[in-house]
């Protein structure tokens, strides 16, 4: 048994997801991971598709490349107006992301979860969690104002 699926059972906490995929893991992900393996009560997990340059204590590694099935992200990208070449294919990348993580969640057997990007710096989170399902259930993220929204930082305590 992977230690997500001991965590997704044995757990009351959610873990804490980070992704990064067409790449190497940046160097400065580590200052993100080890910043976060001291405040988050829960476990760690990066999926990743490259090299990982150094490896943090307590952080759980897993290349998605290995059990991802990107064709429902392909049956996606097919049907969608989103501009192909903005930004070096940004909006796909981003997209992407959701596919795995739904993925990811199904195959660990995780109900809840919070994402956050690696170079996002987050401070008093612990409690996040607990805060957010008291609210409801859904997908929770940040909101700038009402026309703007980001996915930098995203809970989920309910999966379709």
Do not use: C
Request: charged share 25%; aromatic share 16%.
């Amino acid at each position: 048994m992977s230690r997500s699926t001991q965590l997704s059972g044995a757990s009351d906490y959610p873990p804490l997801v980070y992704f990064y995929g067409g790449a190497p893991i940046p160097a400065y992900a580590n200052v993100t991971l080890r910043y976060m393996r001291s405040r988050w009560n829960g476990e760690i997990v990066i999926l990743h598709s490259d090299s990982v340059p150094k490896k943090v204590r307590g952080v759980t590694y897993l290349r998605y490349t290995e059990w991802y099935d990107s064709r429902p992200f392909e049956e996606f990208k097919n049907g969608s107006p989103l501009e192909e070449n903005f930004r070096q294919g940004f909006w796909y990348l981003t997209a992407e992301r959701f596919f795995v993580l739904a993925q990811w969640a199904k195959r660990a057997d995780v109900r809840r979860f919070l994402h956050a990007e690696l170079d996002v710096a987050l401070y008093d989170v612990e409690d996040l969690p607990e805060t957010l399902d008291s609210w409801g259930d859904g997908l929770f993220y940040p909101r700038a104002s009402s026309e703007f929204a980001g996915a930098s930082l995203i809970y989920i305590n309910s999966l379709l």
